[in-house]
């Protein structure tokens, strides 16, 4: 229950930041080269996963826009109306990422094609600032949920800040949401732990348009279900 509670209190920070979350990070350009990436490698009409859309820019707009069949997941559902108005073209679901794969899919949140029984329906997933709203020991399982999700030989393309986090509080916005994240090494080794080949990794320093925010190192990840 008590994760439960945390992760509403995340929901609802983002409901109340809305599209100031967009005006304080507007370039995007690592994400968009992974996206890119993702179009290079799909032909038309492959079906992705965006896990934690957001408000669907620039990614959801992306893979919709480059002909590809996009499912935006996201647990706020402020960002989420925000997307439908964005994205039309989109299917857009209100879940917690943690319950992708399993049966919580379909008896909390009424997307059973996002349980088990969508096992390997998805030649892609994004995870673009998704994962740094968990927990450590929270990421290898969603990772492992996701991986679920792929067909063999799907990829996934996801972005990290780069630091020795775990459930850290941070100021975000006049909201406080609590984060984590890795050293890139660490990073790596978890994902081959779960079952991803790391194709290509990209550091890029970036600072907020805000002067709130700090600069921070962002990493974007090319990955590869192994098996």
């Known amino acids: 229950m008590r ?28 994400q968009l080269a992974c996206g890119d990436w993702i179009l290079r490698e799909l032909p038309a009409n492959s079906r992705v996963l965006d ?8 990614t959801l707009r992306q893979l919709v826009d480059g002909g590809l069949a996009v499912c935006g997941v996201d647990l706020s559902e402020g960002m ?29 949140w009424g997307v059973p094609e996002l349980g088990p029984e969508g096992a390997g329906g998805f030649d892609a997933a994004t995870a673009f600032f998704s994962l740094v709203l968990l927990p450590q020991g929270e990421i290898p399982v969603v990772l492992g949920r996701i991986r679920e999700l792929l067909r063999p030989g799907g990829l996934l393309a996801l972005s990290m800040v780069e630091a020795d986090l775990d459930d850290a509080p941070l100021p975000l916005l006049g909201r406080e949401v609590r984060v984590s994240g890795y050293l890139r090494e660490e990073l790596v080794q978890v994902l081959t732990r779960a079952g991803f080949a790391v194709e290509s990794l990209a550091g890029h320093p970036y600072a907020p348009a805000s002067t709130a925010l700090p600069p921070e190192e962002q990493l974007f990840l090319c990955c590869r279900r192994l098996g």
Not at 51 to 58: F, I, L, T
Not at 80 to 108: F, S
């Open 51 to 58: 896990v934690g859309c957001g408000a669907g820019e620039p």
């Open 3 to 30: 994760r439960r509670a945390e992760r509403a209190l995340q929901a609802l920070a983002f409901d109340a930041i809305g599209a100031r979350y967009g005006a304080a990070y507007p370039d995007r350009a690592g």
């Open 80 to 108: 989420l109306r925000r997307a439908r108005a964005a994205v039309p073209g989109a299917a857009l679901h209100r879940i917690d990422m943690y319950d992708l794969a399993t049966p919580q899919a379909g008896r909390a």
